[in-house]
């Protein structure tokens, strides 16, 4: 396939409508088509259903016991473009006063692009380490396609241990991140006419209670302050928000269930097993032996590089970016380090216009982006 710029390959990935409740089996094949040559190796590491797929392309010598080389990673799927105030197209690539516009050209398909086209460019003598891609499916879900891959993946087929997440960072380097636990809790009730209120119970009463309970753990953990919460001064703890409470089917009915739906972005080195012992305490407290169902719905880890890092160091030389805070949101680097990898993020583009209408990446980062890419695998690879 002949080779695109990098900005033009931008506008072909943007083109493919993969948002998360869609496949992603057309980009990925896309891809797969773009990179495939003699000496390239492409794997793909399918959902359970088969309606996607983490695909996995890799060139140069075969992996040394040290997992020396490069692994640039990112997800394919993007969140979905419903809100008002596009200018333009979300699925086609806008330029408009230097910046890039479509759904997906910041989060996070500029560096896509970026890490594609360096793959596509490199001969495959030229390599002295193996350079490694892999681009996951439903990272918008809750880090569904890296979660898949970690508890999926053969352990005898390792990837580069050093690993770029090219989620946008606006080109700061970033060695931390929260994870975020996604909970259900549930509440039984009997149905009745609200006429006759004796002969049902109401659910909706103890999920009043919980709410009270969730609040009240959620000041405390705000007044915490966990270890590293230092890399993340703008939120230095762990929030607890609860997004969604549902119940009752009409006003004349005595509601016969309920359920809400909560998170918690917890920093590296806190326990899930901790926060959900917290969090049943509160709700044991507050409903006082009622019955109720609590279910942790998503799990994405936290992320940290160690201090002293060697990957890290290097990176700053290479790339000469500096260090920023933490992200307070999650990222598949969270499941990679399971693996034992040593993870950093680093893109173009800003998450402050991600998930917004009017979604841009500046011309700017894309062109610098394409040479600190290539300059990571030069470092790593060659």
């Not at 087929?157 to 909970?183: F, N």
């Not at 993340?232 to 269930?257: E, I, M, W």
């Not at 407290?285 to 019955?291: M, P």
Request: charged letters at 25%; aromatic letters at 6%; one cysteine or more.
């Amino acid at each position: 396939m002949t080779l695109l710029t990098d900005l033009g390959l931008l506008e072909r990935l943007v083109a493919f409508d993969t948002t998360s409740s869609k496949s992603n089996l057309e980009l990925a094949q896309f891809v797969a088509d773009y990179l495939d040559r003699p000496g390239v190796q492409i794997d793909r590491n399918p959902s359970a259903d088969g309606a996607k797929v983490n695909l996995v392309v890799r060139i140069g010598p075969e992996l040394d016991v040290e997992r020396n080389g490069l692994l640039l990673s990112g997800h394919m799927d993007v969140v979905p473009a419903l809100e008002e105030g596009w200018r333009s197209d979300p699925f086609c690539l806008t330029e408009r006063d230097d910046t890039l516009v479509a759904r997906g050209s910041s989060d996070m398909k500029g560096f896509l692009a970026l890490a594609v086209n360096a793959f596509a460019r490199l001969k495959v003598d030229q390599l002295q380490q193996p350079l490694a891609l892999l681009f996951t499916y439903d990272e918008e879900l809750g880090t569904l396609g890296s979660r898949h891959f970690v508890e999926t993946w053969p352990e005898k087929d390792p990837l580069p241990r050093r690993t770029v997440v090219g989620e946008p960072t606006s080109l700061t380097l970033l060695r931390a991140h929260k994870g975020h636990l996604t909970y259900r809790a549930r509440f039984a009730g009997k149905a009745a006419h609200s006429g006759f209120p004796h002969l049902g119970k109401n659910a909706l009463e103890p999920l009043a209670r919980a709410l009270l309970a969730l609040t009240e753990l959620d000041r405390e953990l705000q007044s915490e302050r966990p270890e590293h919460s230092d890399f993340f001064p703008s939120v230095p703890f762990a929030p607890l928000n609860v997004g969604r409470a549902q119940g009752g089917v009409a006003v004349n009915v005595v509601p016969d269930s309920s359920a809400i739906e909560f998170g918690v972005r917890h920093l590296p080195g806190m326990q899930p097993e901790g926060i959900e012992q917290r969090i049943r305490h509160a709700l044991d407290g507050a409903l006082r032996g009622e019955h109720y169902e609590l279910e942790l719905e998503r799990e994405s880890p936290p992320m940290m590089a160690p201090v002293g890092c060697g990957f890290h160091q290097t990176l700053q030389e290479v790339t000469g970016c500096s260090e920023g805070e933490g992200a307070s949101f999650a990222t598949d680097a969270g499941w990679f380090q399971v693996l034992g990898h040593e993870c950093v993020l680093l893109g173009p583009g800003s998450i402050e216009v991600a998930h917004r209408p009017n979604e841009f990446v500046p011309r700017a980062d894309l062109n610098r982006g394409a040479h600190m890419v290539q300059q990571l695998i030069r470092r790593f690879c060659l």
